[in-house]
């Protein structure tokens, strides 16, 4: 058995089927499961289960892909200090943010990486869901959850606060809710989830209540939302981030000031796959973000400061 063997089966697994690996590798499919074939007969011990789909490791071939883990990892180092020895940072990261916090808020960071970084490519997606980030082939992702995955590695950037708002123009028209079951007959404007309800938490002391809102304006894309809330379309539920100027500056009002709000999680969370070894890259990135994150939040209960 050598590294390539080893390799070429952590790139099966990470990958998720023959197609896809053998597509990351330049490779055939047939060479791709000749090769896997000869792998298994060395070690005489089936590696992977195969379906319609995926492909599965065995006992002994998690065991295996493991250590091919941290072979890789290993040679990647010493191949990234021999790389970068005496040159500027080099490298490319994926990196996929929420819509929302991506724009409002971390767009200015990824901005001043890239001036201090000029040779780090950046790849950002500004989207709210990534089921897997090998299969997606991304390096860090930001989320709003209350548990991250316990596979993957988690580092809190900060505690999320929503608020209830809507336009002046529209509380004079209708009034802003009083309590958070008055979110049930109101058009909301939130976001959603397609073919879930939307469920809101909402705490008061020791009082907590559970509303299912039904919005008349629905979407993943914050800056949207905001918008439909300017408009005076219904009232926004949302993260504070997505209103913070326009709350300050009067251009929303804030409405169940006394509850604290929740609906898809209670932080945000910086999340990665577990390795010995980053490159280089992608580790100045998860420490420029986490610092810049814990600077900004300073573990206040919104991820912005109060005016």
């Given at each position: 058995m050598d590294t390539k063997a080893l390799t070429l089966l952590v790139e099966i697994l990470d990958a998720g089927n023959l197609s896809e690996a053998a597509r990351r590798l330049k490779m055939t499919r047939a060479n791709v499961s000749y090769h896997l074939g000869q792998l298994e007969r060395a070690v005489g011990m089936q590696l992977v289960r195969r379906t319609t789909r995926r492909v599965e490791p065995t006992e002994i071939g998690l065991k295996l892909y493991r250590h091919g883990c941290?072979?890789?990892?290993?040679?990647?180092?010493?191949?990234?200090?021999?790389?970068t020895l005496g040159k500027t940072p080099q490298g490319r990261v994926r990196l996929s943010v929420p819509s929302g916090y991506g724009q409002f808020v971390m767009a200015p960071w990824l901005l001043e990486f890239k001036r201090n970084y000029p040779g780090i490519v950046l790849d950002v997606l500004f989207e709210?869901?990534?089921?897997?980030?090998?299969?997606?082939?991304?390096?860090?992702?930001?989320?709003?959850?209350?548990?991250?995955?316990?596979?993957?590695?988690?580092?809190?950037?900060?505690?999320?606060r929503y608020v209830v708002c809507a336009s002046p123009a529209y509380a004079a028209r209708r009034g802003l809710p009083q309590r958070p079951e008055a979110l049930c007959g109101a058009p909301v404007i939130s976001a959603a989830v397609i073919g879930r309800p939307l469920r809101l938490s909402a705490y008061q002391g020791s009082q907590r209540q559970q509303v299912t809102l039904d919005p008349t304006i629905a979407s993943r894309n914050y800056p949207f939302l905001r918008d439909a809330a300017?408009?005076?379309?219904?009232?926004?539920?949302?993260?504070?981030?997505?209103?913070?100027?326009?709350?300050?500056?009067?251009?929303?009002?804030?409405?169940?000031?006394?509850?604290?709000?929740?609906?898809?999680?209670?932080?945000?969370?910086?999340?990665?796959?577990?390795s010995r070894h980053h490159p280089r890259a992608i580790s100045m990135l998860i420490e420029f973000i986490v610092d810049k994150a814990h600077a900004a939040h300073e573990g206040r209960p919104g991820l912005l400061p109060p005016r």
């Open positions: 941290s072979i890789r990892d290993e040679l990647a180092a010493a191949h990234e200090s021999v790389e709210n869901s990534v089921e897997d980030l090998l299969r997606e082939e991304v390096d860090i992702a930001v989320r709003i959850t209350s548990e991250p995955p316990g596979h993957l590695v988690a580092r809190e950037l900060g505690r999320v300017l408009a005076g379309l219904g009232v926004a539920v949302v993260p504070d981030y997505v209103v913070y100027e326009d709350v300050a500056q009067g251009r929303l009002l804030t409405a169940l000031n006394d509850w604290r709000l929740s609906i898809f999680g209670r932080s945000m969370y910086l999340l990665y796959m577990p």
